[in-house]
């Protein structure tokens, strides 16, 4: 990735070192951190490795070689029955709680332009989502129209947090944003991340410590950092399973009932990476508390669930038992339903992914079944 940088910035996009003793180094933006930890998120639901990873024992490149090789890739995909895959990134979904702006755009940037010769090599079945500087509106939104003349980018994203000083994603400084994906035709998803290094649930309910600067993992720097102190606790279980499904839920709300999905009537928006089976009761409630307390939404002509079905789509875990009973709700529909394998972190199903999804869609009509196994995702990237 740092060939794809400007050469005055190499020395800050993200890569690793290899000392001469044999440990590895992830470098990135000035900070430099032994990466055994990082390889957890090359695992791809291997137990054994995740425990070596987990102990320090596994080098960052060690990792299965499908985390990032195009060929080892379509192995793994074609063992599991999957045709095509677009590929979110991991280490670089932390790039948003840079400080530095500048530099934040020149690592997407970087990223982006090494993804579209990334997916070039998968033969018609990988495509990428780009990452943009989500911390600069002006910058994200210009990064947006970039990657959407580049070959194979079929998709945006950012995450599900306020950057611009807590303000809501309904705020009017977003809205280049929102127009920028509009205008492109990307579909803009909203991925979360665990760190509390932007506005959200992690930093506002104290699930984790700051993160320190140009770290884009949320992960500590060093042994001391990681111990918990009297405010903050250290811990992917409770971030994860804490703020994913509620960034995701403020964020659908400010969209839906706030506004945006009006205003942007062409605006595609995925929510992801936080399951989806609260999703119904959540529209339902959207609808409840906009039609009781209409006067304080006087620019909403349609119930934020219309929005949602309008515009909208939502990812479910392929084990999750409520897919089909989501699917069946005339609030959501099996056409606003795509799922995601999280190949290859360490809580993917590899092999057998897909069969714990015809598992949860087994219920359902072929027509169903097919929308959510693939049509769906074919249709909403144009694949």
Known sequence: MQNYAPEEYRD????????????EYGVYNGQRSVS????????????????????GELRYTEVRPAAYNAKPRLDDMTEDGIAQSVLYPTILLGVQGTRDAEFAEIQCQAYNNWLVDHVAEGEGRLFGAA????????RAAREIRRVAKLPGIVGVFIRPNPTADWKPFNHPVYDPLWAAASESGLPLGLHPFLAADLPGTCQGLRL????????????????????????????????????????IMSSMAYVLMGGVCERFPDLRLIFLEANGGWLVSWLERLDHHAKVFNWELPSLKRPPSDYFRRQCWISFDPDESTLAFSANSPLVGSDRIIWASDYPHPDAKFPGVTDELFHAVEGLGDDQQRQIAGQNAKDLYGL
């Open 12 to 23: 800050r996009i993200w890569h690793i070192e290899t000392a001469p003793d044999g440990t």
């Open 36 to 55: 055994n930890f990082l390889a957890t998120s090359g695992t791809a639901g291997d137990a054994d490795m995740l425990e070596r990873a987990r102990k």
């Open 208 to 247: 984790a410590p700051p993160t320190d600067e140009g770290v884009p993992t949320g992960v500590p720097m060093s042994d001391d950092s990681a111990e918990p102190t009297p405010e903050y606790g250290q811990s992917i279980a409770f971030t994860q399973a804490i703020s994913n499904p509620f960034d």
């Open 131 to 138: 990452v943009i500087p989500q911390q600069d509106i002006e």
